[in-house]
């Protein structure tokens, strides 16, 4: 009995299996099993595909500062240090940038690196100042920038102006002082034609300058070469005379004739001193002297004032007798000397 409904029910399958493939159903079959072995195969044999590479952003470059920045030449040169390993590299180039005074940073040129230590980029200044810096442009990107250097391109020659002495004046020394003013840090060179004398300067950071020269006598032409720091050249000329060059005093009295019987009387010394320059002389050491026939000779000491001037009052008494008495000064300086001047005063009857 349960060997029949067995058999029964195989048949039934057999025949809706026959059914399945005669309408197509191998395929399906098929093509699944296909698809799963072909799967399995292409994931054993395929190469894995490569997994991409990142660009790395260089480093920054290097530029070399000038050892002077100011230049009257209409061109510098550049010179650019870049990271180890792009030396010569075809990948990567050098952007440089310009920077002039109110106005932003310009790119104004990419160039090849060199395949040397450096790369030299020749670029031409604008009058002024003129700012660069540079950086490295590659696969990655653009590196950091470097570092500025600064070109101060100037081609105007320095004005040299002398302030003193004024041209054709005389001086009573041994040498001249020249106080003048020019540009900045320019390196000045005086010349005296008149006895070869020659002084080397720089003007301060203000421009003002002193220079002292050794003098001849008579007159002096004196030649102030003046470059600046760009290397522009100018000349200035003063000519001045050389003096005496003597400490001067010039004693003078308030009366030169005294009668007799006038006696007592005030007499007033007094005495101007100026130096070879003939300037006033503060602060001068004086010594007044009076001798008169019959009495006994007066000395006072004084020190002249800001006007170079200094006095004495001192009274001739009734015992002074008829003659010539004299009076005298003597001046003593630690710059100049020392030098004396007198007079006569003179007693009648």
């Given amino acids: 009995m349960y060997m029949q409904i067995a058999l029964v029910f ?29 799967g399995f195969v292409s994931n054993v044999t395929s190469t894995p595909s490569p997994k991409a590479t990142l660009a790395v952003v260089s480093d920054s470059p290097t530029l070399a500062q000038p050892t002077e920045p100011y230049t009257s030449q209409s061109r510098a040169d550049l010179v650019i ?70 070109y101060v391109f100037d081609n105007t020659p320095p004005k040299i102006t002398i302030s003193s002495p004024k041209n054709n004046a005389i001086v009573n020394g041994k040498a001249v002082t020249i106080n003048g003013k020019t540009q900045a840090r320019t390196t000045l060179l005086a010349r005296n034609t008149a006895n070869q004398a020659a002084i080397a300067g720089t003007a301060g950071a203000d421009g003002t300058f002193a220079i002292s020269l050794a003098l001849a006598p008579g007159v002096n032409k004196i030649i102030i070469d003046g470059t ?56 001068a050491t004086v010594t007044f002297t009076l001798s008169m026939p019959g009495i006994p000779t007066v000395t006072l000491d004084a020190t002249t004032d800001g006007n170079g001037k200094a006095s004495f009052t001192t009274t001739v008494p009734k015992g002074a007798a008829v003659g010539q008495g004299s009076a005298t000064v003597l001046v003593t300086t630690d710059a100049y000397g020392s030098t004396q001047d007198f007079t006569v005063i003179t007693i009648t009857r």
């Fill in 81 to 150: 240090t870049v990271p180890p390993g792009l030396k010569g590299s075809t990948d990567s180039r050098i952007k440089i940038y310009l920077t002039l005074p109110d106005q932003p940073p310009t790119a104004i040129a990419e160039v090849d690196i060199a395949n040397a230590p450096q790369t030299v980029v020749p670029v031409d200044l604008t009058k002024g100042i003129n700012d660069f810096y540079v950086s490295i442009v590659g696969p990655g990107g653009e590196s950091a920038p470097s570092g500025t250097a600064r």
């Fill in 10 to 38: 195989g048949v039934a399958f057999l025949g809706a299996l026959i059914l399945y493939i005669g309408v197509g159903g191998v395929g399906m079959v098929a093509r699944g099993v296909s698809s799963t072995l072909g």
């Fill in 228 to 283: 600046d720091p760009a290397g522009n050249q100018a000349e200035a000329t003063i000519t001045v005379k050389r003096g005496a060059g003597k400490l001067t005093a010039s004693l003078s009295a308030s009366t030169y004739r005294i009668k007799r019987s006038q006696l007592p009387m005030p007499v007033t010394l007094s005495v101007t001193v100026t130096n070879p320059d003939g300037k006033v002389v503060a602060g």
